[in-house]
């Protein structure tokens, strides 16, 4: 059983937040409970998980407020103790006092996080889960909130669960061997012992894979915007964002500092960067430094919207510099052109008809973007994009094509979608490191000590146990029992 509530308080918390709302919810855990739902709370026992609509006298017999009052039974609670939860009007003073006047009765205030620890450490949610809480709180996009949802609902545990079964295979295996040191691994057991650590490798690979989607959902996807001075890369910030956010000017080198904006397209997040303008001849020292501090954010960019000003007939400003072109990858960077408009009016006066003008457009689009940018192969972005930022054509396009980059870094491990945070990463890369260890002892005349690779085999299956937050020695017990039992 768990160690659970190693203090033996019982804990009370404002669930919702502090503020005027129609009700704030407080919630109670702990071994108080139990006393308080036989009647000890309001003078008449409280039926588990029904609502009671009842006046809250503080312990001097004042009226506090009317609540409706639930009670939750352990182990079926949320923290797997004895719960209440009182709601009353969401006035946060009326809160407060029953916070004071439930203090007074022997709760003490409970620390950020203490309930879903307490769900924890009762074994109620393993590691993973409770970290999906705050990801499911936190979730700013429909894509980070249905990935945090699964692993709320233990998607990670359920994967983990073969590796840290093979592992045990595994263990079980070789560690049959150290008590008889003049018997070394056969042959045939050191292959099979192989195989059952590169699945796991395998896996642990698979589930690593998911990093940058878990970070891109997590933190939203950091999408830079660069180009000239005057490209026009604010304006496309406001138009993405809807509304004004970053100054716009005919000014060349409004933007100085970096703007940050989060939108949403699709199911998916965007922490849109606005920056300095890029050009190679800096004019001013604090516009140099704007330039570095561009050159950081590219560095951390999932994403690169580099901006070119269609209607700018000196393509020697609006080519990025050689150094920060080796810099990106190909497969982030979105070309932009940008002030499509201005090229529409300037054939405006052309004797063709509307269709020979739009390819005509489109011509002199492409000829000036593949001039000041030519897009390396293996490009996964496709072709540039043309918009005009001011009119606001050809932007759904643009949105449309981001959706579809984000969509190609979800990754499927079996049937499900997950998406590992850094500690999850942490864990898996050392992991990694022992089962790398392991396998290096297990080819021909590699195998020094068999206690050597017992420890590693032990080592992966430690790392991967802080995933969940638990490491089943008793299991693995188990397992070296029965092996004996059968081989032995
Ligand atoms: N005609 C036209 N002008 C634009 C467009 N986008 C930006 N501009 C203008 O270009 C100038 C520079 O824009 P801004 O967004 O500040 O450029 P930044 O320096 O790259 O941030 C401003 O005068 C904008 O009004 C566009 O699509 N069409
Ligand atoms: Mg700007």
């Known amino acids: 059983m768990a160690v659970m509530n190693q203090d033996g308080s019982t804990i009370v918390a404002l669930a919702t937040p502090v503020g005027v709302s129609a009700i704030a919810l407080l919630r109670i855990s702990g071994p108080l409970c139990r006393a308080w739902a036989a009647g000890g709370l309001f003078g ?26 639930v009670s939750y039974l352990a182990p079926a609670s949320y923290t797997g103790e004895d719960c ?35 769900a924890f450490l009762s074994g109620r949610l393993d590691l993973s889960q409770a ?8 979730a700013r996009s429909d894509r980070s909130l249905a990935v945090a949802q699964k692993q709320l609902k233990g998607s990670l545990g359920r994967h983990l669960l073969p590796l840290q079964r ?27 012992v192989k195989a059952e650590l590169e699945a796991v490798l395998r896996g642990t690979r698979q589930l690593l894979a998911t990093r940058h989607y878990g970070e891109m959902l997590r933190d939203g996807i950091r999408t830079v915007i660069v180009g000239a001075p005057n490209a026009g890369k604010s304006s496309l910030l406001n138009r993405l964002v809807g509304f004004e956010r ?3 000017s005919p000014e060349p080198g409004t933007t100085r500092d970096f703007l940050e904006a989060w939108i949403r397209v699709g199911p998916h997040a965007l922490r849109l960067i606005d920056t300095a303008g890029l050009n190679r001849l800096p004019l001013s020292e604090l516009e140099a430094r704007g330039i570095a501090l561009t050159r950081t954010q590219l560095a951390e960019a999932d994403l690169v919207l580099w901006v070119v000003d269609l209607s700018d007939d000196s393509p020697a400003l609006s080519i990025p510099p050689p150094e920060l072109v080796a810099m990106l990858s190909p497969d982030k960077v979105l070309v932009v052109g940008n002030k499509l408009d201005r090229l529409e009016q300037a054939v405006l006066g052309s004797e063709c008809d509307a269709a020979a003008r739009r390819a005509m457009v489109r011509a002199q689009a492409e000829g000036k973007l593949s001039r000041v940018w030519s897009v390396p192969d ?12 001011q009119t606001g054509a050809g932007v759904d396009a643009l949105v449309e094509r981001i959706v579809g980059w984000a969509d190609a870094f979800q990754l499927e491990v079996g049937d499900e979608v997950i ?20 396998l290096g002892q297990l080819v021909p005349g590699g195998l020094k000590a068999t206690e050597l690779l017992a420890s590693d085999i032990r080592g992966s299956l430690e790392a991967l146990g802080e995933i969940l937050g638990k490491y089943d020695h008793e299991r693995m017990l188990d397992r070296l029992f029965a092996t004996f039992c059968i081989g032995k």
């Open 44 to 69: 008449r026992t409280l039926v588990p998980r029904r609502a009671h609509h009842l006046d809250y006298l503080a312990l001097d017999g004042r009226l506090l407020d009317d609540v409706v009052v």
């Open 166 to 192: 093979a592992l045990l295979d595994a263990a079980a295996q070789v560690e049959a061997y150290i008590d008889f040191p003049d018997e070394d691994l056969p042959p045939e057991d050191q292959a099979k």
């Open 84 to 118: 209440l939860e009182l709601s009353c009007h969401g006035n946060p003073l009326i809160a407060q006092r029953l916070v004071e006047d439930l203090c007074a009765r022997g709760c003490r205030l409970a620390q950020p996080g203490e309930f879903t620890q307490r």
């Open 131 to 138: 970290e999906a809480v705050m990801d499911v709180i936190q």
């Open 246 to 248: 970053a100054l716009v």
């Open 378 to 389: 293996g490009v996964q972005l496709g072709a540039p994009l043309v918009v005009s930022a």
């Open 419 to 438: 998406a590992i945070g850094l500690r999850h990463a942490q864990a898996l890369e050392r992991a990694q490191e022992s089962l790398g260890r392991a």
